[in-house]
């Protein structure tokens, strides 16, 4: 069984932030995630994608993003168990909790973190039939590294902000690169339609409008979509291409954490955000995009900032006898669990006689 002062479930920008600001205080962490990398969606969904309001950084790649977290938490030695999602939660007669995952991992800890973003994801996917038959052999579901589609036929469906950023940045990469959408009007950034439609102006861009893929051909790997226009005319088109990718969005589901007794609102979970972001469960808390309050923002720097509030209550649950006073790190500098040591210079001030 492994044994920490605090379990986090969810290892994304927001949950190693978390092992940042209780190290500050002494504190071990051990994070758990279904993925079997750390960072998240931005390791998973959108490693390439630019990120532009984090604080100090005008623009940072989602994948960067994770690796300077992780940077930032190596002095405080996490562990990590990856790969297995988190499955129960029980509550022992102390008042500790074990958490054990879908592999059978046992984990045991005084305080249960959740940041599991919102939760676990599956893409939406459109009504074709043989659709699943060509699942990773052309169809993708989301694009982690832009190199795969070089020189490469793709067809891109969807009418929102991923799938048009996706259009606007494989024109560069991809050799032919075809955007679908059901509509006329997309719902993405005005800046981002304006320049998909300049690049389809420039043959960059092939723009299907008021059509959907409603076929896919291949043999054993994907060779063609079928794309009907949904206008009075029926016409078809039948496109070949290398990869299919339909971006609709994903459907976040909480996945077992919704059975662990917590109060749900809107498939998120609600805490107490006027003290410490603690659930209805004393000991479990809920930080970054999985939880709910009044107010609450949805954004990577809210679940930062969540976090080192969280840790001060943390502390006193696993401390109740210790007084920590809080040090800006200007002051008290890092002290890492492998002995490094980060402090400022202290200026030696000599009087004058």
């Known amino acids: 069984m492994i044994k920490t002062d605090i379990i986090i479930i969810g290892a994304g920008p927001t949950g190693l932030f978390t092992v940042f600001e209780a190290g500050l205080l002494k504190l071990k962490c051990h994070l758990i995630d279904a993925l079997a990398q750390p960072g998240g969606q931005c390791s998973e969904i959108y490693p390439k994608k630019p990120i532009y309001d984090i604080p100090a950084y005008p623009e940072i790649l989602a994948g960067d993003l994770v690796s300077k977290l992780m940077e930032q938490i190596k002095p405080f030695e996490p562990g990590f168990t990856l790969g297995e999602r988190a499955e129960t939660l029980d509550k022992q007669e102390d008042g500790s909790f074990i958490v054990t995952t879908s592999k059978g991992t ?82 993405g950034a005005l800046d981002s339609v304006e320049k998909a439609r300049e690049l389809a102006k420039l043959g960059k861009i092939q723009l299907y409008t008021e059509a959907e893929v409603k076929e896919i051909h291949g043999k054993e790997d994907l060779q063609a979509v079928v794309i009907k226009y949904n206008d009075e005319t029926k016409e078809e088109s039948y496109v070949e291409t290398d990869y299919f990718i339909p971006l609709f969005g994903l459907s976040p589901k909480l996945g077992p954490i919704g059975n662990w007794g917590l109060e749900i609102e809107k498939n998120a979970i609600k805490v107490n955000n006027a003290k410490d972001y603690q659930t209805n469960i004393p000991g479990v808390f809920a930080i970054g995009d999985v939880n709910t309050y009044e107010g609450k923002l949805k954004l990577i720097l809210s679940g930062f900032h969540e976090a080192a509030v969280m840790c001060q209550y943390a502390y006193q649950i696993i401390n109740p006898d210790k007084r920590y006073v809080m040090k800006y790190t200007t002051v008290g500098g890092v002290e890492g669990f492998d002995g490094s040591k980060k402090e400022a210079k202290k200026e030696v001030v000599q009087s004058i006689s």
């Not at 036929?153 to 950023?165: M, T």
Request: aromatic fraction near 8%; glycine fraction near 8%; charged fraction near 25%.
């Open 106 to 187: 046992q984990h045991h800890a005084p305080v249960v973190v959740i940041a599991g973003g919102l939760g676990s994801f599956e893409p939406r996917k459109p009504l074709i039939a043989n659709l699943n038959l060509f699942e990773s052999k052309g169809v993708e579901y989301m694009i982690k590294d832009p190199e795969v589609f070089r020189n490469k036929k793709v067809v891109i469906s969807g009418g929102g902000d991923s799938a048009l950023d996706w259009a606007i940045f494989l024109a560069d990469v991809a050799s032919e690169v075809s955007l679908v959408h059901r509509r006329n009007e997309f719902r």
